[in-house]
């Protein structure tokens, strides 16, 4: 591929470099401090991170201000991420345009979760295009400089655009066939949901590797055991192996809170050690979102930077 | 199994609240989807009679003087107002008993009278007897892409109506839309679809809807426009 490199995020991965990526989440808030300081934290640690867009359908703080402001500010290339959950094609094409105008290179393109889940679950869902469409669409704005329903573009966009994956589908076939469908519309990365288990981990960067879109494996240290039952009880497909389970119990048991953070720090160093030795992901992506703090640690953990 | 327009009565005290201020109401039954599955056919009608006979008491003391009658589908027009014509001149108001396009073939027909619905029209279904229960499968989106989905219908099973499915909240061949109780269509899709062989139109993209073909208010047919033609030659 001689495809141009417009952001640090392609950059390192075209050269090869394991890479790290984080995720911001602004809030239902109108104050930025947060998310430029978690983006200050993560700053020289990741690459670039994601900005979510309304995640589980609540309605938070619009992804594209944050994601200007952490570059701008901060210095912290921005993931945009994109959801067509909210908008139709006409508010995508408007609200890509403005984030290309803000310096923004990375788009994650994502279908969001429904409406119905989220803190507005009255609220009309749009879904005017889906995830697929959504690539398509940037695709055409960056490489023939024209919308979907192909009107000229003046100054045509320069982005990146990623997609996501869930390691944990069972089946996986579908959504490998899924995946493929997208890198053939020109997807150019992934990033996944999170995954625990190490075998899941290798499991699907091999499925896709005949696809040769670079993957970046998704992991989400546990804030608390809390949050870890929550995760084991509510969202189904989410796999935690029984050991990790246990090793975060017993650091709880032992030392309270802080245990639990330290054993975080040691579980998902060693698992990002296993990924960079034993799969060809392309890199990482590291949710802590509410402790930022965390990711350096872990990172240095796993030795790999 | 009957494809009809699946209806609910409305609850009593919000079909009494839009009564206010009427003393004679024609209740209006139809036979058509209303009155094959006894939303509001002919038994319906004469029951609504009795009880808006009986609600005295939530109409403040006043009572309501009520007949009950049925059409043979109040969807037709024609029809419709034939049957109802003798009869109209006697009520202030007319009581729907049908869907939502039978209730406004009726306030055209008798534009001057207020015409009330009696129940929420909620979607074109097809009702599985053993439960008794109502599904929907078609939206009627005006662009059928039934053969390259193995027969299930996205638009209107995919909670989402994807064409590029299935998304993330899909587990175990389940939906997280409803609770994880309902398939997930594009499971059923992908599942029926490797089944005969035909993987290639699952993963095939889908291009995005031209939604021009669904969007209300549509049309069909019609005459007018060769007239139009016949004017200008």
Not at chain 1, 149 to 174: C, M, R
Not at chain 2, 58 to 79: S, Y
């Amino acid at each position: 591929m001689t495809k141009e490199v417009y952001s640090d995020l392609m950059r390192q991965i075209t050269e090869g470099k394991f890479v790290f990526t984080g995720e911001l989440e602004p809030v239902k808030t109108t104050n930025l401090h947060e998310v430029l300081e978690g983006a200050k934290i993560l700053k020289g640690h990741v690459v670039a991170a994601n900005i979510t867009d309304n995640p589980t359908a609540f309605a938070y703080m619009n992804a594209l201000v944050p994601s200007y402001m952490i570059q701008h500010e901060v210095g912290l290339e921005a993931i945009y991420q994109m959801t067509t959950r909210d908008r139709n094609r006409i508010a995508l094409i408007s609200d890509l345009l403005a984030a290309a105008a803000l310096g923004i290179k990375n788009v994650l393109a994502l279908t969001g979760d429904h409406t119905t889940v989220g803190d507005n679950p009255q609220a009309k869902p749009v879904f005017d295009l889906d995830s697929a469409t959504l690539v398509r669409l940037i695709r055409k704005m960056v490489d023939e400089g024209v919308d979907l329903n192909k009107n000229k573009i003046e100054n045509p966009p320069k982005f990146h655009v990623g997609i996501a994956a869930n390691p944990n589908a069972d089946p996986l076939e579908p959504e490998i066939l899924k995946i493929e469908r997208k890198v053939k519309l020109g997807a150019e990365f992934l990033q996944t949901q999170c995954v625990y288990d190490i075998e899941r981990a290798k499991r699907i960067v091999k499925e896709l590797a005949y696809l040769k879109i670079p993957v970046l494996l998704g992991i989400a240290p546990f804030k608390s055991i809390a949050m870890m039952e929550w995760m084991v009880k509510f969202v189904p497909g989410i796999y935690v192996p029984d050991e990790i389970q246990q090793r975060l119990r017993k650091a709880k048991d032992k030392g309270g809170k802080e245990a639990v953070y330290q054993e975080n720090i040691e579980i998902f160093g060693d698992i990002i050690k296993e990924i960079k030795k034993t799969t060809k992901a392309a890199g990482v992506h590291v949710m802590a979102v509410g402790f930022e703090w965390i990711v350096p640690k872990i990172i240095a953990q796993s030795g790999v930077r | 199994m009957n494809l009809l327009i699946v209806m609910e009565q409305k609850p009593l005290e919000e079909i009494i609240k839009m009564l206010d201020g009427v003393n004679s109401v024609l209740i209006v039954g139809c036979n058509g989807c209303a009155g094959i599955y006894q939303v509001g056919g002919e038994k319906q009608a004469e029951i609504m009679k009795v009880l808006l006979e009986m609600a005295k008491k939530l109409r403040n003391g006043t009572k309501i003087n009520a007949k009950a009658m049925t059409v043979l589908r109040q969807c037709d027009g024609q029809i419709a107002a034939t049957t109802i014509q003798p009869l109209i001149d006697n009520y202030d108001a007319i009581l729907s008993m049908a869907c939502g396009a039978g209730v406004q073939t009726l306030a055209d027909a008798f534009k001057n009278k207020l015409v009330i619905p009696a129940n929420n029209t909620k979607f074109i279904g097809m009702q599985d007897r053993e439960l008794g229960k109502f599904y929907e499968l078609c939206t009627a989106c005006g662009d059928c892409i039934l053969f390259e989905t193995s027969g299930v219908c996205p638009i209107t099973r995919c909670a989402k109506s994807l064409l590029n499915g299935p998304c993330g909240g899909t587990a175990k061949g389940k939906c997280e839309v409803g609770g994880w109780k309902r398939d997930c269509a594009w499971i059923l899709i992908y599942n029926r679809l490797k089944e005969k062989g035909r993987l290639d139109l699952y993963t095939k993209f889908r291009e995005e809807r031209d939604f021009r073909v669904s969007n209300p208010p549509r049309e069909l047919g019609g005459t007018e426009e060769k007239k139009e033609e016949e004017k200008t030659k």
